[in-house]
């Protein structure tokens, strides 16, 4: 079939289920994910420096935000599958109507969310964090939840472009919105020319700023796409109803895996602010450079998820198969390099964060974020077979099992052992034995998903599934081995 991938201007042609089709889709999901991935890492940065009770308050606030938005999130993040397997079938307008009732869903889910925000301070105070991290908490809750509705329609309309391969689109917009934020950032925390020192309320405001931004350069993009493409974007944007259930049938067990696998890690982050907070400001440096290797496997696994999705629709289940091997390659090494990184060089991830801090105890949150990088190293590999080989069943349509396993694993190896630990050997063990204990069962968690979507992949029941019911017949390629 023809290629819309942005290197269709190419004359070489590109082997289908080859590393280069992987990659023209993968490079530029992973710089994308990647510029995210240093922006949380910049936000986390600029906080230690003006405050080390923001830096602390800002990952339990922030994951309880992502537990919020993230049932709508896996809703709408789905719809990478149905433009995927749609266009893959040949069916332009259905790719934009499918966008469109995304954009519906974003649109009614971020204005509820909204809401949490006027009971945020009784939210954090009956968490039970010291006093002074839990007013931080409260704050920065309160304002990216004001934010849910330009977060989720960011990743409604970049489904357009990232489903159909154009990843090249969704890396350009990352970017400019990274650096919109980034700029802000830093301007808005430690205050800069007319703009007020607003602290960790800045840090939530200018995240807003960059994903509304993100929406606005979607849309001009859409326009000028429209007005040259098949697809007649604008023209397909009422409310569909059948595509609507077909949407929440199949994402709705994501929207669902998604929200139990963040409330797991929320409840987790929660107990360990019961530890100290030197335990929670360690252990969310620790999360913040992991993202440094999750985040661009992440953009790996939306690259699986489009190539599983388009070779569904074209009915080329095997060649999907061989993409998603060459994914785990990809991931894995990458996981692997950041793991060697995690163990051999673990001060130069720190040391931007002991710039400039005025904190007395960083000398001990350094120790401890060293020991927590070690399991952050141990399991960052397995953590990239459940991203590659858990985003290529569901791309097909394997969301229930998916929702099933998150849930037994996240609360059967990471909440409850964590909660039984900490209740257990609270007064009867020392702080560092029970975040030991703790980062355990989180290791546990991962490892155990990476191996359970491994087997769920080579079963292969995925292959003979689909979210989409074809309206046109498939034209096979001509050639069924190149894209054009």
Known sequence: MDSELSTSSQSKPVVAGGYRELLIIAIPM????????????????????????????????GILFWSCLSL???????????????????????????VWQATHLAL??????????????????????????????????????????PALLTVALSCFFSGRGQTNVVLFVNVASVLVDL??????????????????????????????????????????SDASGQSQFWRNSRLDGPLMRDLLKFGGPSGVQMLIDVAGFTVFMMILGWIGTVELAATNIAFNLNTLAFIPVHGVGVAVSTLVGQRIGEGRPELAATSVHKGFVLAGGI?????????????????????????????????????????????SFFDAMAIVFGSAVRAAGDTVFSMIVTCVCAWGLLVMPTYWTWYSYQGHADRS????????????????????????????????????????????????????
């Open 183 to 224: 700029v802000l950032d830093y301007a808005m925390i430690f205050g800069w020319g007319p703009i007020p020192r607003l602290g960790i309320v800045g840090a939530a405001v200018s995240t807003n700023i960059g994903n509304l931004f993100s929406v606005l350069l979607y849309l001009l993009l859409l326009w000028r």
């Open 72 to 98: 709508p999130f896996g809703i709408i993040m789905y719809t990478n599958a149905f433009v995927a397997q749609y266009y893959g079938a040949r069916q332009p307008q259905r790719e934009a109507a499918s």
């Open 433 to 484: 034995s029970l975040l030991f204990w703790s980062w355990v069962w989180c290791s546990v968690y991962v490892m155990t998903l990476g191996f359970v979507f491994l087997v769920r992949f080579l079963g292969g029941r995925w292959k003979t599934m689909s979210v989409i019911t074809p309206t046109n017949p498939v034209v096979p390629a001509l050639d069924p081995t190149t894209v054009s």
């Open 335 to 379: 996981m692997l390099a950041w793991g060697a990184v995690y163990l051999f060089a673990p001060q130069w991830l720190i040391a931007p964060y002991a710039y400039r801090t005025q904190d007395a105890n960083f000398g001990e949150v350094r120790a401890t974020v060293v020991v927590l990088l070690r399991f952050v190293a141990l399991y």
């Open 30 to 61: 992973v710089l994308s994910s990647g510029t995210q991935s240093l922006m949380h890492v910049f936000d986390r940065v600029f906080l230690t420096w003006y405050d080390p009770e923001a830096m602390a308050a800002a990952l339990p606030a």
């Open 108 to 149: 009614g889910c971020g204005l509820l969310l909204m809401f949490p925000a006027l009971w945020s301070r009784q939210i954090f105070a009956a968490i039970g964090h010291e006093a002074g991290v839990s007013v931080l908490e409260a704050e920065y809750f309160s304002w990216l939840s004001l934010g849910s509705v």
